[in-house]
DNA sequence: ATAAATAATGAACAGCATGTTCAGAATTAT
DNA sequence: ATAATTCTGAACATGCTGTTCATTATTTAT
């Protein structure tokens, strides 16, 4: 690990470049931001940004990649259930979701995180249904394409998340996670209680 | 009306403004894009630009507010299943969808989506509720939360939508309502059939 | 068909953010 | 203490933006 070889005025610089921009973003939008504005708030010099980043993009996507990288170690470590981790996660993480959620900063960062939920669905499916094999056989040779149902569920879990941030009802992040869990499972029909 | 008001020069202008900057942003990103590219390639001088648009934000955002209220009207009017045809007219309409679902632009044309779609989920949903007021009265006073429902199926149907157009998967609009609606109505227990 | 009205043009200009260079100052590691 | 590294600030070139204005071209109205 090189952990202890790094200077520290470099960790001190990213940090502070990081949380300069968030912070600006949140205020005025990702594209109204300059570089100018991002290190005046960090009390830098304008040179030193170029001495860690080529633009704001690469500065936002370094903190973007953390976040996911958090969240999938999270959720490869912890035994409670995903989705409520994912809501607990973007609870603690509220104000760089919110920027991700909002498709700030030019290549979609929405799109990576769609991609890594995606990836995630589907691997917990295959543990599913190889856990499952022997009590009901059929289920692998289901004819439903595999890529609808987790693009669905990334979907209406990314959806869930955007309105959660955005609109701050008084859910919890278990009731948004039962809530969720209802509809994906049993669909709105069992879930509202229609006459079928 | 003021229809046959509008000089013909002024609609022409419009239009190559428009066509021109969606094929530059589908081949180099909203953000990379420059007035002078756009104008260039509509045979226009730059100046004529601004006789028009305030900037890039102006122009693509007429385009996603004409293409939006389209699909409203064809909902409105036509008797098929309001799913159905939004993936009719995203097929359609593929580039601008894509321009869209990518979050291209600043702030972010998705959320005017992702808003048309909730308010239209939750009209179309009230009037299924009165339809159905005497068959099953519990129906209504289900206390289920609205906006968790309407948010959870937006999510679903752009992430959906947004997967069909970026990795063109060889289904029809057709079929992909089909699924659509299997999956929220009996949720993917019954959809994919696992035991209960 | 002609005149009046309107739109498009292109050159010129100011403003501003970007990104780079470089020599010197400040900080950190050894 | 000193060698290595990082930060700094001034200076500069570049490219895009947005505006002005006199001129030309096109359209509409009569």
Same mark, same amino acid.
């Given at each position: 690990?090189?952990?202890?070889k790094?200077?520290?005025? @470099?960790?001190r &610089?990213r940090?502070?470049?990081?949380?300069a921009? =968030?912070?600006? /973003?949140?205020e005025?939008?990702?594209?109204? /931001?300059t570089?100018?504005? @991002?290190?005046?708030?960090?009390d830098l010099? $304008? &040179?030193?940004?170029y001495?860690?980043?080529? !633009?704001?993009?690469?500065?936002?996507?370094?903190?973007i990649?953390?976040l996911?990288d958090? =969240?999938v170690?999270?959720?490869? *470590?912890?035994?409670?259930s995903?989705?409520?981790l994912a809501f607990q996660?973007?609870?603690?993480?509220? !104000?760089l979701?919110?920027?991700?959620? $909002?498709?700030e900063g030019?290549?979609?960062? *929405?799109?990576? +995180?769609r991609?890594?939920?995606n990836q &995630?669905?589907?691997?917990l499916?295959?543990?599913?249904l190889?856990?499952?094999a022997d /009590?009901?056989?059929?289920l692998?040779r289901?004819?439903?394409?595999?890529? /609808?149902v987790?693009?669905f =569920?990334?979907g209406?879990?990314l959806? +869930?998340? &955007?309105?959660?941030?955005?609109e701050?009802?008084?859910y919890?992040p278990?009731?948004m996670?039962?809530?969720?869990r $209802? +509809?994906f499972?049993?669909?709105?029909?069992?879930?509202?209680?229609?006459v079928?």
């Open positions: 690990m090189n952990h202890r790094i200077d520290r005025r @470099i960790l &610089t940090r502070a470049l990081k949380d921009m =968030l912070a600006l /973003v949140l005025q939008g990702f594209d109204a /931001v570089i100018e504005q @991002i290190t005046h708030r960090a010099g $304008r &040179t030193t940004f001495l860690h980043y080529r !633009d704001k993009e690469e500065l936002l996507l370094e903190s990649r953390e996911i958090d =969240l170690a999270h959720i490869r *470590v912890s035994n409670s995903p989705i409520l996660h973007a609870a603690e993480n509220a !104000d979701y919110r920027i991700i959620l $909002r498709g030019a290549y979609s960062a *929405v799109e990576r +995180l991609k890594t939920i &995630t669905i589907e691997e499916f295959k543990e599913f190889q856990a499952r /009590v009901e056989p059929d692998i289901s004819s439903f394409p595999l890529e /609808v987790t693009n =569920l990334a209406s879990l959806g +869930l998340l &955007t309105w959660w941030l955005e701050r009802p008084p919890t278990e009731q996670a039962d809530m969720f $209802r +509809l499972l049993d669909g709105i029909r069992e879930t509202l209680g229609f079928r």
